[in-house]
């Protein structure tokens, strides 16, 4: 069964940083793609960015670039959010997504996490 | 950065009917990298079709998607109960990945 399984909620001060975490399991994780993406309450959904899981290529969106680092640990089939500089507006749940298939050249983001709530508040 | 923009915001439709959903972008979407999704309250979203037209596995053939370049469309031939939900479209040919804001598909 391909599943992506998130990292538990989270509560943040201002001003810190926040890592969650979204393994893999069920399907070929080197093969893959995975993107990161946000939704604030009752808003829409938000792309924060992307890795190719086999160069560790990244792309993010310029609104995050100066605080968002997506890395991949192959040995743990897991894959990294890193948000830095927290202010409250980062309140969201967060989401990871894989195109399970990207390397074999089929392209869609077909199996996503259960989201991870994380709350940004002194 | 590609502006998608979902119509109607809310769609009130009953059960049996037929609901067409529009996705329009502000530019052409790369080799059709479109997909749509739905969500529903407290679920992550669930991907019903990819290049603008591909059901993904396991979803009902009722759902179908069109169209190319800056218009495409989301039609469910006979809603379900089940249905009724938010949909998101989203381009992933031209990065930033962007998504539409959702169309609400309610119960009438």
């Known amino acids: 069964q391909m599943q992506l399984v998130q990292s538990g909620p989270e509560v943040k001060k201002p001003g810190t940083s926040m890592k969650v975490s979204c393994k893999a399991s069920g399907f070929t994780f080197s093969s893959s793609a995975m993107q990161w993406v946000r939704q604030v309450r009752g808003q829409r959904l938000e792309w924060i960015g992307w890795i190719v899981v086999d160069t560790s290529n990244t792309n993010y969106a310029q609104k995050f670039q100066e605080k968002v680092t997506i890395i991949r640990d192959m040995s743990t089939s897991t894959t990294y959010l890193e948000l830095s500089s927290l202010r409250s507006e980062d309140t969201a749940v967060y989401y990871c997504?894989?195109?399970?298939?990207f390397g074999s050249g089929w392209y869609a983001f077909d199996i996503w996490g259960q989201g991870t709530m994380v709350t940004v508040s002194s | 950065e590609i502006v998608l923009t979902q119509s109607p915001g809310t769609l009130s439709l009953s059960p049996g009917e037929r609901a067409t959903l529009s996705c329009r972008a502000s530019q052409s979407v790369s080799t059709n990298y479109l997909a749509w999704y739905q969500q529903k309250p407290g679920q992550a979203p669930r991907l019903l079709i990819y290049g603008a037209s591909s059901r993904a596995t396991g979803v009902p053939d009722r759902f179908s998607g069109s169209g190319s370049g800056t218009d495409f469309t989301l039609t469910i031939s006979r809603l379900e109960p089940e249905d009724f939900a938010v949909y998101y479209c989203?381009?992933?040919?031209?990065?930033?990945?962007?998504f539409g804001q959702g169309t609400k598909l309610e119960i009438k």
């Open positions: 989203q381009q992933y040919g031209s990065s930033p990945n962007t």
């Open positions: 997504a894989a195109a399970s298939g």
